[in-house]
T-cell receptor, first 112, second 112 residues
Framework: DGGITQSPKYLFRKEGQNVTLSCEQNLNHDAMYWYRQDPGQGLRLIYYSQIVNDFQKGDIAEGYSVSREKKESFPLTVTSAQKNPTAFYLC???????????FGPGTRLTVT | GNSVTQMEGPVTLSEEAFLTINCTYTATGYPSLFWYVQYPGEGLQLLLKATKADDKGSNKGFEATYRKETTSFHLEKGSVQVSDSAVYFCALKMISNYQLIWGAGTKLIIKP
């Protein structure tokens, strides 16, 4: 079955710690995206990557970092510089340039 | 800039009622338009899309027509079910841009 996996589903961290969220896809998509979703709000783009070894900042990249060393993988690191890291994080992928994005099940991060 | 505006929720209906969720957009040019659905605790799924004026997207009993004259893409369903309870997002994409522009989402609650 093709799809996107995100792990873990729930993640708890202490303030001041960096944490890395996993995103893997086997859809052979070139493009991958990270979004943040806060309660009752829409999606905000953190980073996106159109091709391996290249990525661009989205609207709220501060305090986050990514890498794209493999086509299948696009991990997101939430650093201690992110002031309000508690949120629901969604990873997506698409054919390059397409509007149809395929989403993973999300990771709910809680930082205390 | 380009933007999407959705009606505020929550929208609460009884089972078998008629559903309309309004979506209007502002765009310089001719975007593709999308509706995505997010069930509780999950990622988003593409529900339907339309790529040019007067196109009608449809899926699972939901429909939306791309109206250029009113810059709208309202989501409709003739008879909703409890299982349709979810958050619905309207989005647009310009050919020249990699990103989707998202509405804030509309929560739909269907009561038995």
């Amino acid at each position: 079955d093709g799809g996107i996996t995100q792990s873990p589903k729930y993640l708890f961290r202490k303030e001041g710690q960096n944490v890395t969220l996993s995103c893997e896809q086997n859809l052979n998509h070139d493009a991958m995206y990270w979004y943040r979703q806060d309660p009752g709000q829409g999606l905000r783009l953190i980073y996106y990557s159109q091709i391996v070894n290249d990525f661009q900042k989205g609207d709220i990249a501060e305090g986050y970092s990514v890498s794209r060393e493999k086509k299948e993988s696009f991990p997101l690191t939430v650093t201690s510089a992110q002031k309000n890291p508690t949120a629901f994080y969604l990873c997506a992928s698409s054919i390059q340039g397409a509007g149809e994005q395929y989403f993973g099940p999300g990771t709910r991060l809680t930082v205390t | 800039g380009n933007s999407v505006t959705q009606m505020e929720g929550p929208v609460t209906l009884s089972e078998e009622a008629f559903l309309t969720i309004n979506c209007t957009y502002t765009a310089t040019g001719y975007p593709s338009l999308f509706w995505y659905v997010q069930y509780p605790g999950e990622g988003l799924q593409l529900l339907l899309k339309a790529t040019k004026a007067d196109d009608k997207g449809s899926n699972k009993g939901f429909e939306a027509t791309y109206r250029k004259e009113t810059t709208s893409f309202h989501l409709e369903k003739g008879s909703v079910q409890v299982s349709d309870s979810a958050v619905y997002f309207c989005a647009l994409k310009m050919i020249s841009n990699y990103q989707l522009i998202w509405g804030a989402g509309t929560k739909l609650i269907i009561k038995p």
